[in-house]
């Protein structure tokens, strides 16, 4: 008699804020679930308060995985969130139990359900180059010699303009086009994919509130503890919202009321991308959760 298949993965995408999180929790728990973050920033031993990390006691309650999996001394990029993704599927399906991808970084979605295309691996001579030119260098560049990605890339994001114009460097080719094999399609790794999201004003006020409860929960004091232990050296890390203008704030550059407003200015936009690139990258059920009522599994079960 054949065994019944492995249930598939649960993917769960959509802007930051929206209340991810917490449905997968619920979800996990009704269906026998364990959770991938796929989160990049999450990675990140330290960065707590500022990536709305899962508590300790969360994280006995349901497990997750790809959490605190990297130091502020290493590097981490999608190649790694591949590899270490696969173990963790592998492992939960031993269990006999179901993954649920929940996050908001959609490079490492597409890079774990399509790979990871022709890009080619660093250069740490040019990479060095490059993260010692001023970023207007940089974008004058990039405009040049690649106006397509010129023109949707996030130009406040150092490491992205980085690796595009590292790219083009090793390639002599627009990075654009690189990409250009990655579009809205059927993935290759069967699943149920369903993206969650809220309706904008009411997303705005999550973020707000967000912003003001990591604030007040200490994310000042924690960025200081983290640049002691080498945050400013992990050009990844420091741009992860929240700390990249709490960095800004500790070396004078605004005062802290400020600093509060720009985040949460920051942090608006970057939903916005996220949907955005959520919609035309990836072929989604999506679902609009309003207001403070719990989230409705119910409603996500019957899709999956």
């Known amino acids: 008699m054949e065994k019944n298949p492995a249930p598939p993965p649960v993917f769960l995408a959509g802007p930051t804020a929206a209340g991810k999180s917490a449905l997968a929790m619920e979800l996990a728990e009704r269906i026998g679930g364990e959770i991938i973050s796929v989160d990049s920033m999450q990675v990140y ?133 690189q990409r250009a094999g990655w579009q809205a399609g059927p993935p290759a790794v069967p699943g149920r994919f369903i993206g969650l999201t809220r309706p904008a004003g009411e997303l705005s006020d999550r973020i707000r509130r967000r912003v003001d409860e990591m604030f007040a929960g200490g994310l000042v004091a924690e960025t200081e503890d983290l640049l002691r232990r080498g945050l400013a050296e992990n050009p990844t890390a420091l741009q992860a919202l929240g700390y990249r203008q709490a960095v800004e704030h500790l070396r004078g550059e605004r005062p802290l009321a400020e600093t509060i407003e720009l985040v949460k200015i920051r942090t608006r936009q970057y939903a916005k991308r996220q949907l955005t690139w959520f919609r035309r990258q990836m072929r989604l059920d999506w679902i609009t959760l309003e207001g403070r009522t719990p989230a409705p599994v119910a409603q996500i079960e019957e899709r999956i």
């Open 45 to 177: 031993r330290g960065l707590d308060i500022g990536t709305a990390k899962p508590s300790p006691a969360q994280q006995r309650r349901v497990p997750h995985h790809l959490i605190d999996v990297a130091g502020l001394g290493e590097s981490f990029d999608a190649a790694r969130f591949i590899a270490l993704a696969g173990a963790a599927v592998a492992g939960i399906r031993s269990r006999g139990r179901v993954p649920i991808f929940c996050g908001g970084t959609g490079l490492y979605f597409k890079a774990f359900l399509e790979g990871l295309g022709a890009a080619p691996s660093s250069d740490p001579k040019i990479r060095a180059e490059l993260e010692s030119t001023p970023l207007e260098v940089l974008l004058t560049e990039l405009q040049q010699r690649d106006p397509a990605m010129f023109d949707k890339v996030d130009r406040r994001n150092p490491r992205r303009v980085i690796r595009a114009l590292e790219v083009i460097r090793i390639t002599g080719r627009p990075y654009s086009e």
